[in-house]
């Protein structure tokens, strides 16, 4: 997601944020929820696909790109459902209607055999916003929004958890932050949080009708195999475990979910939140957005 700490007003374009989660439906049949954020609020701004193309991997590690493997168990092409948009925030540094932020909503549903590896799906697309304050070549660095469903997740019929609320996408500067990230698990697992680097996926080639859909263009058909690189954080002033700075840094209890802190620098930033779900000490999945 994309975060931007405003003292007057400020403007963002193109992806803001997404995120994949998974219902587990009985008889190895899933329900797939894809949802991408972006900026609303310009007139050269990036539509949302009218079509998401996604790939499903079954493989693991570094097996993932091993020439067996590297081809997608599935590729799916899922029409976009609805377009709504997101609430903004009612804050001081912020003079409507500078910040518009809509959410593309794809649902679709695949049947997925047993496995000794994982499954992994995945949706990717370029580019993000040149402004972005906090990594390396922001505009020409897209998003891999990915989940991945492990063999015991496979056995035990496994839901991933659903973050409660979205985030705000402008807070002030010199402000104390409190947000509550949590998530829901429909199956009562234990969920760790963190804050984690974003992955980066597909590229700024717009203009090559033969690279525009390859691991390098902006549209990626399908989306490439893990493992995925994540963004490269402008250190040592931002990491991914410190995207924003700030006095006290912006920081996400583990247990709890809350983001606290008080951002002190005017920009606007790449934050990757993450949740870990563990049923007796086993992974089971990661959710991040």
């Known amino acids: 997601m994309s975060i931007l700490l405003a003292a007057t007003t400020a403007r963002a374009r193109h992806i803001i944020g997404g995120v994949i989660t998974y219902e587990c439906l009985g008889n190895q049949r899933y329900e797939f929820t894809l949802k991408v954020y972006r900026d609303c ?3 050269d701004c990036a539509d949302f696909d009218p079509t998401a193309f996604i790939a499903i991997y079954n493989c693991s590690g570094n097996g993932c790109q091993n020439q067996s ?12 459902l ?14 409507p209607p500078d910040i518009c932020v809509e959410e593309g909503l794809y649902r679709f549903q695949a049947t997925l055999p047993l496995s000794g590896q994982s499954y992994h799906v995945s949706y990717q697309r370029c580019c993000r916003n040149i402004t972005i304050t906090n990594i390396f070549d922001p505009e020409n660095t897209g998003a891999t929004y990915s989940i991945e469903i492990t063999p015991r997740a496979q056995e035990l019929c496994n839901s991933s958890p659903v973050f409660n609320e979205f985030p705000p996408t402008v807070i002030c500067a ?14 009562g697992d234990q969920l760790v949080y963190s804050l984690c680097s974003p992955l980066a ?17 902006a549209r990626p058909i399908p989306a490439c195999p893990p493992p995925y690189d994540p963004v490269t954080f402008l250190a040592p002033n931002y990491t991914a475990l410190a995207p924003m700075g700030g006095n006290p840094p912006v920081d996400i209890d583990a247990n709890t979910g809350l983001i606290t802190g008080t951002p002190t620098i005017q920009g606007q930033f790449v934050v990757g939140v993450c949740v870990e779900e563990y049923r007796n000490g086993e992974l089971l999945s990661r959710v991040f957005r």
């Not at 609805?82 to 003079?95: Q, R």
């Not at 010199?174 to 199956?187: C, K, Y």
């Not at 203009?207 to 691991?215: E, G, K």
């Open 41 to 43: 609020y310009c007139d």
């Open 69 to 80: 493997q590297s081809l997608p168990f599935m590729r799916v092409n899922t029409d976009l």
């Open 82 to 95: 609805s377009v709504s948009e997101v609430e903004a925030p009612d804050y001081p540094c912020l003079i």
């Open 174 to 187: 010199g402000s104390p932050l409190e947000f509550d990230h949590s998530a829901t698990d429909p199956d």
């Open 201 to 217: 996926g597909g590229g700024p080639i717009t203009d090559d009708p033969n690279l525009y859909n390859t691991c390098i263009g």
